[in-house]
Every structure is written in C-alpha cells, then in structure tokens.
C-alpha cells in the first residue's frame, strides 16, 4: 500500500490531532491544525524545549478558557500521554486547565509572593511550581502572539491588555520571548 510523503512523516501528535479533526476546525489563520503548528514554530523559534514544543503542538486538546473545542475529552489523557509523553500531556493539561480571570492576576508573582492558579475543570486552586508558571507562560504568549500576527482585528482588540500582561510576566519569559513581544505588540 503506498503512503504519501506526509503520512509518512506524521508524528503520532500530528496523527492524533488530524483524528481528532484539528485539520478540519476553522480557527484565525486557517485550521485549528496551522495554528498549532506556528505556535510550536514560535516556542522552537525562541529555544524551548523539546516538551514545551509538544505541549505547544497540542495545547488545544482539551480546549482553553478562551475556546471552548475540545480534540479529546478529559477521560482520553492517556492517548494524548501516548502520542507526547507524560510531561509534555501534563503541561497541555495545566495549560488547559487555566482559570484566566483567577491565575493571570498572579502568575509572575515574585519569590515569597502568593501565586494562585485555579483549575476551571476542578475548581481546585494551587501554587504551581516556576517551571510550570514559565513554560505556561511562554505558552500562553506564543499563542496570543500567533492570534496577533494572523489577526489584525484580534491584535486591535486585544493588543494593548496582551502587551500590559506580558510585560508584568517579562521575569518569567525568555530574552527571545521578550523580544518578541515588543516586536509584534510593542
């Protein structure tokens, strides 16, 4: 049986999130699926690392405060750890799991500082650790970055409150990141 060059190349993440329709869901930009793809280029553009890269990949998984489509429902996690890993599927979870209007406020609190992060699946709240407050913030600016670049009304409505968040999160971002930022919000 012959496959063409891009079934062959497939990921079992690309193979997941074309199963699971992210090739056929609109989304700014195209589909679901090129969107995802610039905000992996994006995290790889600024040295993240190779789990940041995949969660970055399939950070809509299970949908975001933001957008409500969901690929796999909450009791699929496990096909998700499969085609990413543990590690990577757990920061799509957190990602996902963000509580924006509770989290955001405290995300780039200094050390010794209170940070709250509410879980919108469970209601349960917690102190993430610094790595997950920084790879989800990395996140989080990659896709609003890529939302802007691909969107002028989007980055009209939205830019000016972007830039002020991001700004407060610059501590937590990378010197590439920052940049980028004040590059395509600034």
Partial sequence: MMHSEETRTDTPAIALLKESGAESTKHSGGTLLTHLRRVEALIGAWGGRPVLRAAALCHAFYGTDGLPISLLELSERDRLVEAIGTEAEELVYFYA???RKASYPT???ADGEPVTFR?????EEFTPSVRQR???AELTVANELDLCKVNASFRER????LLALFTRWAPL???ATVREVNEVLG
Avoid: H, I, P
Wanted: with cysteine.
């Fill in 134 to 136: 920084r790879d989800f």
């Fill in 173 to 175: 971002l990378s010197e």
């Fill in 158 to 161: 939205n830019g000016a409150d």
């Fill in 107 to 109: 995300l780039a609190a």
């Fill in 97 to 99: 799991s963000c509580d």
């Fill in 119 to 123: 879980d919108r699946f469970t209601g």
